[in-house]
């Protein structure tokens, strides 16, 4: 039954109980703790949790959380993240407003400085890849040092949220980072965005990207490069070829966008179909990828594009808004990362109307060392996805669950997502909303200010950051607002020929970490910037044989360490390998 949103948002909410106390309303953002709604208990009713959580939300009296969004490159947000009319609608809903904040640093550098300031948000939105990553291992120690709320007593009150360790993420992940043995039975961390189904996996649609005049002015099919010498040789051509960018300025070969984000695209045709960087060996044991011939030679081959003058040497530290002004203006031939932001950027500048002759297209994809084609690999369950954590500086955790229980509930989302019916969306045949048809018109033309607007009445930023179980192809049959009418095509094309690959399996890295003293392995083979300061010190080097020396010294680095105590580490991992039949490396 389809209802406008405005008429759900006159519902009176039913109250069963009321909590004692009282609170100040306005800026003061403990606020009043509401009436609980009949969803946070089962005494006294017949109905279940969940059907009065999602009929009768809890209302608090104008509450305002602030929520910091830990990923490098900022985060667009509405002008006024308080009267817009998002925003509004729920906290006529909820009494509840969330305002974000970004950042333009690395992550885990932000979240040292956070925790050891004690100046935090609310709530924190990070990556949390798992294992030991940078950003991973700062949450861990701030939740073993008690400076994050735990959720398990929590979480279950909440009908959107209470399966958050159930679907939607992997059992590698789930007993070694969401439930670190460290935490000791607790429950700090809420999965973001982990797919509620096979069809709401997001293909991420990674690669290297040619500007479209390239290949059709050097007789070259893009889709024809399978091999890293291949696209050398076609880097090479564009390169002496003395292309010009949209303002007839001289071109650079090849980019990135912030922080080299993703080069490896490049040496794709060096990797092996694998989710760690633990390789089997010719006799069938595990090793770890940087101690091999493989590893060096990747990187021999950056080197080599980085000495050549193909690919950009400011691209290791530059910003995304640099990257895209590079592929926005058509100055970089190539660009390596995932295609919606190459897509994005050349809106940004107009270049996708104005000159449609320079849309960039797919090269490739890229083979595997084996020859077979590059796949988006997943597991069934994340292993690693955004998380949100809440500090104990938080100021209001239950405003700040409701707010996320509603915004993960189907309501709630499409509110987020798609506005107020009427203004924004309508709801099609099947039930679904579609943005209106003279917004669908703007999009499909590339007008990137339709964005602007949407996103400043509040629409298809909230959600991106609070989903835990993202629903929303299943619920909206669209991954965004317009993808099903105004999606790119080159970008939907694309994604077929580089699809998703599921697989079930525990991976490896969930059982290296109980070797005996893989703190010390740690803390000088994974931790901090050791590795990327060897190799981007081997990109720069004047010849060949002297960056294969840098490589080949990080090498005998990891293997003499505390007395080599890697060797023996490795040794454990081709134990622990064995332990079980449905390893993964």
């Known amino acids: 039954m389809k209802k406008g949103l405005l008429g759900i948002l006159m519902v009176t909410v039913m109250t069963l109980s009321l909590l004692s106390g009282c609170g100040k309303s306005g800026n003061d953002t403990k606020g009043t703790k509401p009436a609980e709604s009949a969803g946070t208990s089962t005494k006294g009713t017949a109905q279940t949790t969940e059907e009065t959580a999602q009929a009768s939300p809890q209302k608090y009296d104008d509450v305002r959380l602030k929520m910091l969004v830990c990923w490098n490159g900022g985060f667009k947000t509405a002008t006024d993240q308080y009267n817009n009319e998002v925003a509004a609608a729920i906290r006529e809903k909820i009494g509840v407003t969330v305002e974000f904040e970004g950042i333009m640093m690395n992550e885990t550098e932000k979240l040292n400085l956070l925790f050891a300031s004690g100046d935090m948000p609310d709530i924190i939105n990070a990556p949390y890849w798992g294992g030991d990553t940078g950003e991973t291992q700062v949450i861990k120690k701030a939740a073993v040092e008690g400076r994050l709320l735990p959720l398990e007593n929590l979480l279950p009150e909440y009908s959107n949220l209470k399966d958050a360790y159930k679907v939607g993420v992997s059992q590698s992940f789930l007993e070694n980072d969401l439930e670190d043995p460290d935490f000791k039975g607790h429950r700090y961390i809420l999965p973001q965005g982990v797919p509620g189904s096979d069809v709401d996996v997001t293909n991420w649609t990674y690669g290297v990207f040619v500007r479209g005049d390239v290949p059709k002015a050097l007789n070259i099919d893009p889709k024809t490069i399978k091999t890293s010498d291949q696209l050398y040789d076609f880097m090479v051509k564009a390169r002496d070829h003395g292309f010009k960018d949209v303002n007839s300025n001289d071109c650079i070969v090849a980019t990135t966008y912030h922080n080299g984000w993703d080069y490896g695209q490049y040496a794709q045709n060096f990797n092996n179909k694998q989710f760690t960087d633990y390789i089997k060996t010719a006799d069938g044991s595990l090793t770890y990828t940087c101690l091999t011939d493989q590893w060096v030679n990747r990187n021999l081959f950056i080197w080599k594009l980085v000495n050549n003058n193909l690919l950009d040497k400011e691209c290791f530290r530059q910003s995304d808004s640099q990257a895209d002004e590079k592929v926005g203006n058509g100055t970089a031939l190539f660009a390596a990362a995932q295609y919606g932001p190459v897509i994005k950027s050349t809106k940004l500048t107009g270049l996708y109307n104005s000159n449609p002759d320079m849309r960039y297209v797919p090269v490739g994809p890229l083979n595997y060392s084996d020859g077979s084609p590059a796949k988006q690999l997943e597991l069934n369950g994340a292993n690693g996805c955004g998380i949100n954590i809440f500090p104990t500086t938080c100021s209001n955790i239950d405003a700040a669950l409701t707010y996320f229980d509603y915004v993960n509930s189907e309501e709630g989302a499409r509110l987020c997502q798609y506005g107020i019916e009427g203004d924004t969306y309508t709801m099609n045949d099947k039930d679904q909303p579609r943005l209106n048809a003279d917004i669908?018109?703007?999009?499909?033309?590339?007008?990137?200010?339709?964005?602007?607007?949407?996103?400043?009445?509040?629409?298809?930023?909230?959600?991106?950051?609070?989903?835990?179980?993202?629903?929303?192809?299943?619920?909206?049959?669209?991954?965004?607002?317009?993808?099903?009418?105004?999606?790119?095509?080159?970008?939907?094309?694309?994604?077929?020929?580089?699809?998703?690959?599921?697989?079930?399996?525990?991976?490896?890295?969930?059982?290296?970490?109980?070797?005996?003293?893989?703190?010390?392995?740690?803390?000088?083979?994974?931790?901090?910037?050791?590795?990327?300061?060897?190799?981007?010190?081997?990109?720069?080097?004047?010849?060949?044989?002297?960056?294969?020396?840098?490589?080949?010294?990080?090498?005998?680095?990891?293997?003499?360490?505390?007395?080599?105590?890697?060797?023996?580490?490795?040794?454990?991992?081709?134990?622990?390998?064995?332990?079980?039949?449905?390893?993964?490396?």
Do not use: C, M
């Not at 703007?442 to 996103?455: A, F, M, N």
């Not at 998703?500 to 740690?522: A, C, H, M």
């Open 440 to 585: 669908l018109k703007r999009k499909q033309s590339g007008d990137t200010t339709v964005d602007d607007e949407l996103r400043n009445k509040g629409i298809n930023y909230i959600y991106g950051r609070l989903s835990q179980i993202n629903k929303s192809v299943t619920w909206f049959g669209e991954g965004n607002p317009g993808d099903a009418d105004a999606a790119a095509p080159e970008s939907v094309e694309y994604a077929k020929e580089r699809p998703v690959e599921r697989f079930d399996g525990y991976l490896i890295t969930g059982l290296v970490s109980k070797y005996k003293d893989y703190n010390t392995v740690k803390h000088f083979a994974f931790e901090g910037t050791t590795k990327d300061d060897y190799t981007q010190r081997a990109f720069f080097a004047d010849t060949e044989e002297a960056a294969k020396d840098i490589l080949e010294d990080y090498q005998n680095y990891l293997l003499t360490q505390e007395n080599g105590i890697f060797k023996d580490y490795l040794a454990f991992v081709n134990e622990v390998a064995n332990s079980r039949d449905d390893i993964l490396n």
